[in-house]
């Protein structure tokens, strides 16, 4: 327990991550302290995995091909609740810039369903990551928002959305903001079913004007990729397909309020202008 505490410390720097470690000889001897037995070792040890895992390690290719990704699956299921936070947290960081095929192991061997159940129900750390494994695995790719509403179905998304939405917990609801911000931002049809929901939307909306800089940031990329949508397809000359939606909320109004505000901060001041551009003319 104490050589992967160190480990750990040692592979949060990023330099050393990227130059010593590979040569270490590491990644072998802590995947099997992760399988060990003891509870305390397999703590110490999946806290240390995370940070090999994400896009700029260069061991994480060598931990997909240690079969990494079953492991983390498998502890996803432990009884212990460190270990299943370490476990998703793993997962998560793999997301990032991965391809499509680790992106399928992981839907495969986890489970949409399942990630769905962790990120509602439980402890609040495992909410988080779970809800953070569903933002990654749907972001920037054509597979995983398909394969959440493959999973799920229509109804159970919106459902999950409006859990999370409401959660207390801030970091929950910025996941879930980014959650729907990928789906809407894909095909047409999975925009819909958000659109579709009023009260769905208006929450989206409403947290566009949240105190909480990272959760504004996040309503309005949703806005916007809603706004992205044209009536007549790619035509950039179209009106925005769900114009009507968008206008029942009052989002060209609550856009220009929020423009008008001096103590707007620079990143929400940003996605507000962006979100504007999408509206012709301003609001009487």
């Known amino acids: 327990a104490a050589a992967c505490l160190c480990t750990q410390y040692i592979v949060r720097s990023v330099p050393i991550c990227r130059t010593h470690v590979p040569e270490s000889g590491l990644l072998r001897p802590l995947l099997a302290l992760v399988r060990s037995s003891a509870t305390s070792v397999q703590e110490k040890a999946t806290a240390a995995l995370i940070n090999l895992l994400p896009d700029f390690s260069p061991l994480r290719a060598d931990a997909l091909k240690e079969g990494v990704v079953d492991v983390l699956a498998q502890l996803v299921e432990s009884e212990h609740v460190t270990i299943r936070r370490n476990a998703l947290w793993g997962l998560r960081n793999l997301l990032v810039g991965t391809d499509d095929d680790t992106r399928r192991q992981i839907i495969e061997h986890v489970g949409i369903a399942r990630l769905s159940t962790l990120a509602q129900t439980g402890d609040k750390a495992v909410r988080e990551q779970a809800a953070g494994v569903l933002q990654n695995v749907t972001a920037e790719n054509e597979v995983g928002a398909q394969a959440v509403f493959?999973?799920?179905?229509?109804?159970?998304?919106?459902?999950?959305?409006?859990?999370?939405?409401?959660?207390?917990?801030?970091?929950?609801?910025?996941?879930?903001?980014?959650?729907?911000?990928?789906?809407?931002?894909?095909?047409?049809?999975?925009?819909?079913?958000?659109?579709?929901?009023?009260?769905?939307?208006?929450?989206?909306?409403?947290?566009?004007?949240?105190?909480?800089?990272?959760?504004?940031?996040?309503?309005?990329?949703?806005?916007?990729?809603?706004?992205?949508?044209?009536?007549?397809?790619?035509?950039?000359?179209?009106?925005?397909?769900?114009?009507?939606?968008?206008?029942?909320?009052?989002v060209q109004s609550m856009l220009e309020t929020l423009l008008g505000d001096p103590g707007l901060c620079l990143g929400v001041r940003d996605r507000v202008k962006s979100c504007l551009d999408y509206f012709s003319s301003p609001a009487i």
């Open 150 to 250: 493959d999973a799920l179905g229509a109804p159970q998304v919106v459902k999950l959305l409006q859990t999370l939405l409401a959660s207390e917990d801030s970091a929950v609801t910025v996941h879930a903001l980014y959650l729907a911000n990928n789906i809407a931002v894909r095909e047409r049809s999975l925009c819909e079913l958000i659109v579709g929901d009023r009260e769905l939307l208006q929450t989206i909306v409403d947290y566009a004007r949240s105190p909480v800089s990272e959760a504004a940031i996040g309503a309005l990329w949703c806005i916007n990729s809603i706004a992205s949508h044209r009536a007549d397809g790619d035509s950039d000359s179209s009106e925005p397909r769900f114009l009507a939606q968008l206008e029942a909320q009052n």
